[in-house]
């Protein structure tokens, strides 16, 4: 899953529509948010019980594997998902085979019984929700014009929060039905693809280039020898380890650290404590980027953020209680959100070139996606070997200080 990785293609697309067409905002918010409730009630609540289920003993190290694998798989496949569309130029059959495609890929993960199979289907599940995700992430530059891209992402932003929520609100309600829990997920993309299809008409695009490999790899190197970008890229690399270490294991956490209310499920907390922190994620990214705006600082507000995570993170290796969880969920909601926030807005500012800056943006992206893929290793790692949950908290307390330092060193903005 690259939660935070669309496809930056182009800033503007020749023959975009001087307003935005009527109903797309809603049906972005909807699409994305189906898409997040896939991701999160799959990843965060139904896959981990069904690792259970299949390897308990060996669960965090199975949980690891598959996770590793297929964000890995899932990385490798979005620009070949992205490239579909572009060469087609066409985004809504894309959006509606995906969607439809999802109900048939959460069947399968749902009928399966070993580890291996169960890594085999969810690389099916992340290649039809590639397809989906990025054929949908480049409709705001296809079809959006330049004047409100603004409200197009908050739009398209909506769907992280609203679908975290529901993804472990239906999770939990299928911890003893997983297949059927894996089903209403597949239906609610479905449902999703089919609306946006039905409610947006898109004209036929000419295919973007295609870019070799060589070029790409030349790109990266290139916008890494910028100093403050370079920086930009290690600090949020180091917060977003350090996050996606501790959430890919929530549930686990709450099943073997936390000590849970007498008749609390962990797919209960998990309901709890997903929402809580959505809405002080929510409630952080707009706060801080109106403050940052109006204060003009914005290292200050992405150090601050950084090590208020940090400082989340450690408060449930101090306390394993349930009180202490709910503090950390929304200490780390509004230290993770605000980070985002303001980070987003920061690097727009020391983009190395002003002509190059969806390039530049696409390289950026890999600072969010590279630790998704690193942190189901690294987490089970520290589990198995380096001591339990609570050094686990520790590296992730430690990975977000390191992020917050590495902002210090960039000069372009205050």
């Known amino acids: 899953m690259a939660l935070s990785a669309p496809r930056h293609t182009r800033t503007a697309v020749p023959g975009a529509p001087d307003r935005t067409p009527r109903g797309l905002l809603p049906l972005l918010t909807l699409g994305n948010t189906a898409m997040f409730t896939l991701y999160i009630g799959v990843g965060g609540v139904l896959l981990p019980l069904q690792i259970e289920h299949i390897d308990r003993a060996d669960k965090v190290a199975m949980l690891g594997l598959v996770s590793g694998v297929s964000a890995v798989f899932a990385t490798?496949?979005?620009?070949?998902?992205?490239?579909?569309?572009?060469?087609?130029?066409r985004r809504n059959p894309w959006i509606l085979g995906g969607g439809l495609a999802a109900v048939g890929a959460m069947a399968l993960l749902g009928g399966v019984h070993t580890v291996l199979l169960v890594a085999l289907a969810w690389c099916v599940g992340q290649a039809v929700m590639n397809v989906f995700q990025a054929a949908l992430t480049s409709v705001v530059p296809d079809r959006v014009p330049l004047s409100v891209r603004g409200k197009a992402s908050a739009a398209v932003g909506l769907g992280m929060p609203l679908g975290s929520t529901l993804g472990a609100l239906i999770g939990s309600a299928f911890t003893h039905h997983l297949r059927t829990g894996y089903l209403v997920l597949g239906l609610f993309v479905a449902v999703a693809a089919l609306a946006f299809t039905a409610g947006t008409r898109e004209e036929r695009r000419p295919p973007a280039e295609a870019v070799p490999l060589k070029r790409q790899f030349a790109a990266f190197m290139s916008a890494l020898r910028s100093h403050d970008f370079k920086w930009a890229f290690i600090g949020?690399?180091?917060?977003?380890?350090?996050?996606?270490?501790?959430?890919?294991?929530?549930?686990?956490?709450?099943?073997?650290?936390?000590?849970?209310?007498?008749?609390?499920?962990?797919?209960?907390?998990?309901?709890?404590?997903?929402?809580?922190?959505?809405?002080?994620?929510?409630?952080?990214?707009?706060?801080?980027g109106l403050l940052s705006d109006r204060l003009d600082r914005r290292k200050l507000f992405v150090g601050?953020?950084?090590?208020?995570?940090?400082?989340?993170l450690l408060i449930?290796?101090?306390?394993?209680?349930?009180?202490?969880?709910?503090?950390?969920?929304?200490?780390n909601g509004l230290g993770f959100g605000c980070f985002l926030a303001v980070d987003n807005a920061l690097v727009t500012m020391i983009l190395p070139s002003d002509g190059d800056a969806a390039r530049d943006l696409g390289v950026l992206n890999m600072a969010t996606a590279g630790p998704q893929i690193l942190a189901p290793f690294v987490a089970s790692v520290i589990v198995s070997v380096c001591g339990g949950y609570t050094v686990l908290f520790l590296?992730?307390?430690?990975?977000?200080?390191?992020?917050?330092?590495?902002?210090?060193?960039?000069?372009?903005?205050?």
């Open 316 to 331: 449930p290796a101090v306390s394993p209680t349930w009180p202490a969880m709910l503090v950390f969920a929304g200490l």
């Open 236 to 288: 949020r690399a180091l917060l977003v380890l350090g996050y996606f270490c501790v959430f890919g294991y929530q549930l686990y956490i709450l099943d073997d650290h936390i000590a849970l209310p007498t008749g609390m499920e962990p797919a209960d907390a998990v309901a709890i404590l997903t929402p809580l922190s959505a809405v002080a994620m929510a409630v952080a990214t707009v706060v801080g």
């Open 76 to 89: 490798l496949f979005n620009p070949v998902a992205g490239a579909l569309s572009d060469r087609s130029g």
């Open 304 to 312: 601050v953020s950084a090590l208020v995570s940090a400082l989340s």
């Open 395 to 414: 590296v992730g307390a430690a990975l977000s200080v390191f992020g917050a330092l590495a902002v210090r060193p960039i000069r372009g903005v205050r």
